[in-house]
């Protein structure tokens, strides 16, 4: 049981440069998260969705976009990368109500120079 | 504004001693709170959830309890070993619908042999 996948595990980018971050669970859960941590910092929500094709904003995202065809994936897409979105990646998922725990997926460093 | 404080932001205690972990919220009314490990370069890791309507909730050498009055949860590890050494972070949910989850910063827990 493979739970919450995310890749790539580290990337540099350039400023201005884009690229996807990947997200995939196997436990058939319907809500799905993408969260950024700053050092020192909580987590802060990106976007969030509900299920297949339902996406929603969470506190900060500015500077991305998601989307969500498949209940298996929750891909976040980085547009016009900025130093600012320099962080730690975690995606997660979550079985609903009744089952309100988070499963995170490893993380993805990234880097904007 | 809404905040959650997490009571410092490390904490170093002998090996055998309780650990006592503090999580203050204010302008929430959450319908449940979580506490989560985080080991460095890893994805947190769910351990317990205590919901309003109950005051203490109990696993192995863990303890929660939570203070709807306070707007406080206390999070204990008895007899605890360096292995207990992590970042231990509280989320709460203020709507009760599990798809806004809010964390704190965590706090970094030493547990010195």
């Known amino acids: 049981n493979a739970g919450v996948t995310q890749t790539p595990k580290f990337r540099i980018l350039k400023i201005g440069q884009s690229m996807t971050l990947q997200c995939a669970q196997d436990?058939?859960?319907?809500?799905m998260y993408w969260y950024r941590q700053d050092p020192g910092m909580g987590l802060k929500l990106i976007y969030y969705?509900?299920?297949?094709?339902?996406?929603d904003k969470g506190e900060v995202p500015n500077g991305y976009n998601v989307s969500r065809s498949t209940t298996e994936d929750f891909p976040l897409r980085l547009e016009l990368a900025a130093p600012s979105q320099t962080s730690v990646y975690f995606c997660?998922?979550?079985?609903?109500?009744?089952?309100?725990?988070?499963?995170f997926g490893s993380g993805t460093q990234l880097s904007v120079l | 504004s809404q905040k959650i404080e997490q009571n410092s932001e490390a904490l170093n205690i002998q090996e055998g001693k309780t650990a006592t972990l503090t999580c203050n919220y204010t302008?929430?009314?959450?319908?449940?709170l979580q506490w989560y490990r985080q080991d460095p370069g890893r994805g947190p890791v769910f351990l317990l959830l205590i919901r309003e309507n109950e005051k203490e909730k109990r696993k192995e050498r863990l303890k929660v309890t939570f203070d709807t009055t306070l707007k406080q949860s206390l999070f204990h590890i008895t007899a605890s070993q360096p292995a207990d050494s992590a970042t231990y972070l509280c989320?709460?949910?203020?709507?009760?619908?599990?798809?806004?989850?809010?964390f704190g910063s965590g706090t970094q827990l030493t547990v010195l042999p």
């Open positions: 302008n929430y009314s959450p319908a449940y």
């Open positions: 969705s509900v299920g297949a094709g339902i996406t």
């Open positions: 997660a998922s979550l079985g609903g109500l009744g089952n309100e725990k988070l499963f």
């Open positions: 989320a709460l949910d203020p709507s009760g619908s599990a798809r806004q989850l809010t």
């Open positions: 436990m058939n859960h319907n809500y």
